[in-house]
């Protein structure tokens, strides 16, 4: 009998294993590639000073430059993984808040970074659903300014985490109740505070807690 037992609870946890690599694997992301200010994902954008686009992305100035976008494309997700790739400036100020996700209900996920003098950052990670929330940072992880990263947050149901081009940085548990229809800033907290210096190209949104090996780097 404990045999029979121990071979059914195997069984249901492989099909557990299968069916979540059958989401993973069909799920398609939402791609937002960013080269105009005043339409991102096909919506129109509200734009915040003059953030300059082109084929390499669009430039932020640190101080003035910003996009808001009326849409927020993980709504409804229990588990979802947000990428973004940008290339952080020298210069830029010691906070900045460079991807804001909130929704109706006060619900965030940031995407952050910290910069000292010497020209060194460190990713920050931010997840909030009513009284449960946690950030994630470690200023021993840094990267330097000028080159291209793609930084990830990830959140499987249970547990969040970060990484920097496909590189696990840190990850803690938080509850995080799916979010309602809301709106993203970039280059900005969308309270017109921490502006971002530097330039991003892309965003992507997909409704699984992607596995490492499908995560975007930039080389």
Not at 50 to 73: C, Q, R, S, Y
Not at 93 to 117: K, Y
């Amino acid at each position: 009998m404990d045999r029979l037992a121990h071979s059914m609870g195997f069984a249901l946890k492989l099909l557990s294993m299968l069916a979540t690599l059958n989401v993973v694997a069909a799920a398609e992301p939402v791609v937002w590639r960013l080269n105009t200010p005043e339409s991102v994902g096909n919506l129109a954008s509200t734009v915040l000073g003059n953030p300059v686009g082109g084929a390499a992305g669009i430039v932020f100035d640190g101080a003035h430059d910003g996009i808001l976008v009326p849409t927020n494309p993980i709504a409804g997700w229990t588990a979802f993984t947000v990428e973004i790739l940008f290339s952080p400036a020298d210069g830029g100020g010691a906070e900045q808040r460079f991807h804001h996700l909130e929704d109706a209900n006060g619900s965030r996920a940031l995407i952050e970074l910290r910069l000292d003098p010497s020209g060194q950052w460190w990713l920050d990670t931010f997840l909030r659903h009513d009284d449960s929330q946690l950030t994630l940072i470690d200023s021993q992880k840094r990267h330097a300014t000028g080159k291209w990263f793609w930084a990830a947050l990830r959140y499987d149901g249970t547990t969040m985490t970060h990484f920097v081009d496909a590189e696990k940085e840190c990850e803690g548990p938080v509850k995080f109740r799916s979010m309602a229809d809301g709106r993203v800033s970039i280059g900005v907290r969308q309270n017109k505070v921490f502006w971002f210096k530097g330039a991003i190209r892309e965003v992507r949104f997909t409704p699984a807690a992607l596995p490492i090996d499908r995560l975007q780097r930039s080389h």
